[in-house]
Every structure is written in C-alpha cells, then in structure tokens.
C-alpha cells in the first residue's frame, strides 16, 4: 500500500487534472490511517468538478476530511486544522461557472468549447482541459414539469485563460417564450 501511494502522487504530478490517483489514494490512505495520505487526496478530490452520477465521489471526500478535521482537533493541533479547513475552502473554489436554465417541454443541451479548442457536453462530460458538464436536469425527470424548470451545469474548476464559447442548442420541444437564462 506504502508503494501504491507513492505511485498514486508521481501520477497525480505528472497528470494533476486527472481524479483518479486522488480516488485510489484516499482509499489507501484511509487503510493506512495515514491522515497526510488522506488530507493530500482529499484536496485532489474536492479540486475537480463531479458529475451527477459520480457524487457519492465527492461525499466520501467530505466525510473522510471530516473525520480527519475532527481528529485533528482532538489531538489538539489546531493550528493545522484551521490550515487544512483553509486548504478545503480553496479546493472548492471555480473559475468558471456557466448554469443554463429553462422552462417548458423542451430539453436544451449546452456545449462549451474551450481555448484549447476543446469541447464540453453530454457525450463528452470531462475534457483534458478540466471541464465537467456537471448533468441534465430535465434527463432526470420523472416526467412532471416543475416550476423551477430544468438546467445544464458547466464547471471549470481551473480554467484556462483565453475565450469560451458556448452554443446553445434545442433539442426538442419548445422552451416557454423562447428563452432561456445564463448564469456565468
């Protein structure tokens, strides 16, 4: 497991955006006991942006830092519980954020090319430049329209510098007065 880990880090260098040496890192780490193991995949964790269906990803992050943040203050390092509750904080922060609402009996898909020319949608979640297409609420529905309407959630968490477009595209149905709201 002590390898593992190591391994886990050298890949998480050498590929920062990638989610997976932080998800095979906590769970060693938390075998291991090891609370830097735990408190260095936590942060990779929380650092990226999860769709939907990959949640509970995100939730078993918060929890085992919880725990962490609680041992911490039980051994009494306080001063290293408050810098680790700060490093939480930043993980969680986004340089873009773009919300696409809507109303009506219609479903509009958003894509989202970045300035690495890369795109973002539905059929393609997760890009290499650390885009996520967080989910389609109006896939999810059980077939009752809702007041609050549905969305399409696209997040960067690290974004890089140039220009993003983003299209907008009905699929089907017709969106109430032909109009939908952006959030960036």
């Given amino acids: 497991d002590q390898r593992a880990m190591s391994l886990f ?25 090891d609370s830097k193991g735990i408190r260095w ?15 509970q990803i995100e939730q078993k992050a918060f929890r085992a830092a919880k725990q962490l ?15 680790y509750k700060t490093d939480l904080e930043n993980a969680r922060i986004r340089d873009c954020r773009i ?8 479903d509009v898909d958003v ?22 297409m967080l989910g389609d609420s109006f896939s999810r529905r059980d077939g009752n329209t809702t007041a609050q309407g549905y969305s399409e959630v696209y ?14 595209r009905r699929v089907w149905g017709n969106v109430t007065a032909n109009t939908v709201t952006v959030d960036i």
């Fill in 69 to 83: 943040m609680i041992g911490l203050h039980d051994e009494g390092q306080l001063e290293a519980a408050d810098r």
């Fill in 9 to 33: 880090r050298e890949v998480a260098q050498v590929v920062p955006s990638r989610p997976e040496p932080y998800i095979q890192g906590l769970a060693i780490a938390q075998r291991l006991n």
């Fill in 155 to 168: 997040v960067c968490p690290e974004a890089f510098r140039g220009t993003y477009r983003m299209l907008l």
């Fill in 41 to 55: 995949a936590t942060l990779g964790i929380l650092r990226n942006a999860w769709p939907q269906d990959k949640q």
């Fill in 111 to 132: 894509l989202v090319e970045e300035p690495a020319g890369t795109i973002c949608s539905l059929r393609s979640p997760r890009t290499t430049s650390g885009g996520v």
């Fill in 99 to 106: 919300k696409v609402n809507w109303t009506g009996d219609a």
